[in-house]
């Protein structure tokens, strides 16, 4: 077993809303190198890879994850200007890209200032926030499996609504955005104001994954968002053990105390079957899931 690897590593500190339990086994991976030993050693004994980025998206099952989890750091978390091209490794802090980006005059990754993430993750998600979204700004990605590393461009990533084609054991070690030329202080202006937004529509300070549930398409949904479905269904504030839905943004789930993810699901699961019986809509999950987690209603 590699040095890197420990063995029942805690995971809830590594997710933002702190529920879950420890992964059988864990290492951080700071370059490529160290990345495919890992994997190598992972095929080896037959164990499954997972990823954990900042874990701001992120349900982990509370029996633990099975197999290896990896995070990415050092050379795998570092961002490198290059004007007008941003290459950064897929376990760098998207609002972190974004700052870069506004620093050295550049523009279209403006948004990311708003997705608490890493690129990695971000990339797996197509995240968009604010009327931006990375797959127009990204050029390529370099993505690593048990069967080695190749480069991909967005056509071959399967881009959907908040999803990629992406499997579990692919893992995105690098990733480069083509931005524009801009006025820095524009720009900065630009990250000030999203930000201002953020803070003044979705809960600070607070254990939390971000969005629940995907936006639906439905058109009985008549435009509403999930949260404001969410909202009129009367679920701000609806909470069960630790876990509620936020009284300031309802498509957010706040762990108050000590909640579990089985509070979190079972949040989750009445606050879905209040919006289906109210508007016959049947919202979606944009949460993802590591280890064991299953939805009450699948």
Request: net charge neutral; glycine share 12%.
């Amino acid at each position: 077993m590699p040095a890197a690897v420990k063995r029942e590593f805690p995971l809830a500190r590594l997710s933002t809303v702190r529920t879950g339990g420890p992964a059988e086994y864990f290492a951080r991976a700071g370059s490529e190198e160290q990345l495919g030993e890992l994997l190598a050693w992972a095929g080896a004994v037959g164990a499954g890879v997972s990823v954990v980025g900042s874990g701001s998206n992120l349900l982990i099952a509370d029996e633990g994850v099975a197999g290896l989890v990896i995070k990415l750091d050092r050379e795998l978390a570092q961002i490198e200007v290059s004007a007008p091209r941003i290459v950064c490794g897929g376990g760098a802090r998207l609002p972190a890209v974004a700052a870069a980006a506004s620093r050295a005059g550049l523009s279209g990754i403006e948004f990311g200032v708003n997705i608490p993430g890493t690129v990695g993750g971000a990339v797996r998600m197509n995240a968009n926030a604010y009327g931006g979204e990375l797959a127009r700004v990204l050029e390529w990605v370099q993505v690593a499996s048990a069967g080695g590393s190749v480069r991909r461009v967005p056509a071959e990533l399967g881009f959907a609504y908040r999803s990629s084609n992406l499997g579990r054991g692919e893992i995105v070690v690098r990733a480069s955005f083509a931005l524009e030329p801009a006025d820095a202080e524009s720009v900065a202006a630009t990250l000030a104001q999203m930000r201002t937004r953020r803070h003044e529509a979705q809960p600070q300070g607070i254990k939390t994954f971000g969005s629940t549930f995907k936006n639906p398409a439905d058109p009985r949904a008549e435009g509403l968002t999930a949260g404001m479905l969410l909202a009129r269904s009367g679920c701000s504030g609806l909470a069960v053990g630790g876990a509620r839905f936020s009284p300031k943004h309802a498509n957010f789930i706040e762990n108050t105390g000590e909640a579990t993810t089985a509070d979190v699901l079972a949040v989750m699961a009445e606050g879905r079957r209040r919006v289906k019986e109210r508007f016959d809509v049947e919202l979606e999950p944009e949460v993802q899931r590591l280890g064991h987690v299953s939805f009450p209603w699948m």
